[in-house]
């Protein structure tokens, strides 16, 4: 951890640290404009990106009192074709999604007006508009903020997997030994909690910008309401003669890319597998009418598990003397 702090202090310095706060200003105002309801979305310019991965080490840092404590050994799942899936002593693995490493830094080789050029990518969770994760939770875990971000609460969720099964990209990763399902049917229930990158919306409420793009030496990121990122898109999409992606996948999502080379060609050169989320086209999961079914039927379920599970956190927390869940 300490060579990645040196060398986090060492990018962080001279015009760079300069070039963070002026486009850094611009994003936090962005939020803090009044009586903006709209929904916030990201536009990551893959052109500028450097592969640094400083957006990487910001995210660790600021997330660090999130991430998972799991409680060993853990306790054998029925049916025992369950699998654990244990990140905790590889928390320092950064080339993949897990439950300790939010984003990574995906590369691709592809050619650029005639160069052999490595295009490196900041990878996350895309917060679909209408995201699926949320939508099929069946214990309410998953969340859509106001603003369109959209977050798992780590307290309420029992690491059944339904957001990674029915999400496009396979986002989000479990961690076993930890959550509710601890204290409710520690060999029945989910096996864990889920997690994903959560947009820093606790910074956000606070009016400040995601980590990530706080931290990001040269100004790859930029965050506002949706249809300014859109707009923005285009524009910076013509200028380069480039391509876009999110606008329309999963019926829109909230991170917005733009390439100089189409995102087929990124899709090919890119290594995927678990963790490793693809850049292919995704059709709208909430527009098959089975999901738009069984989200209508689960709304009010997962509602009522919702509450029933703080009404246990806090009956827990009540006999503990007021400690968290661990």
């Not at 592969?51 to 995210?59: I, P």
């Not at 990209?169 to 959550?179: E, L, S």
């Not at 086209?281 to 709304?299: G, I």
Request: hydrophobic residues 35%; contains cysteine; neutral net charge.
């Amino acid at each position: 951890m300490s060579g990645k702090l040196s060398r986090r202090s060492f990018l962080k310095g001279g015009m760079a640290a300069a070039c963070t706060l002026a486009t850094g200003g611009a994003a936090a105002a962005a939020i803090k404009t009044p009586g903006n309801d709209k929904q916030l979305a990201t536009l990551i310019n893959i052109s500028d990106c450097i592969g640094c991965e400083e957006c990487v080490y910001a995210c660790n840092e600021s997330n660090f009192n999130k991430y998972p404590k799991p409680e060993k050994p853990f306790p054998k799942m029925v049916p025992s074709r369950v699998k654990v899936e244990d990140w905790s002593d590889k928390q320092d693995v950064t080339d993949r999604l897990t439950p300790y490493n939010w984003l990574f830094i995906q590369s691709a080789t592809v050619m650029v007006n005639g160069e052999k050029t490595t295009l490196t990518i900041p990878r996350r969770c895309m917060h679909c508009k209408n995201p699926p994760c949320v939508k099929l939770c069946p214990w309410g875990a998953a969340k859509q903020q106001e603003n369109g971000l959209s977050r798992i609460d780590s307290d309420l969720c029992l690491g059944g997997s339904k957001c990674k099964s029915v999400c496009p990209w396979d986002i989000p990763q479990r961690q076993t030994g930890t959550g509710l399902y601890l204290d409710i049917l520690p060999s029945l229930a989910g096996n864990g909690v889920m997690y994903k990158c959560d947009r820093c919306y606790d910074r956000i409420a606070d009016g400040e910008i995601p980590a990530c793009i706080e931290a990001c030496p040269e100004g790859v990121q930029t965050i506002g309401p949706r249809d300014e990122i859109i707009k923005k898109a285009h524009e910076l999409a013509k200028s380069i003669n480039g391509y876009i992606y999110g606008e329309h996948e999963n019926g829109g999502t909230n991170t917005i890319y733009v390439s100089p080379v189409p995102f087929e060609e990124i899709e090919a050169a890119i290594e995927k597998g678990d963790g490793k989320p693809h850049f292919s086209a995704a059709k709208d999961t909430m527009a098959d009418a089975n999901n738009l079914t069984t989200a209508m039927l689960l709304a009010p379920v997962a509602g009522i598990a919702a509450a029933a599970g703080k009404l246990f956190l806090m009956s827990k927390n009540a006999d503990n003397g007021g400690n968290d869940h661990a």
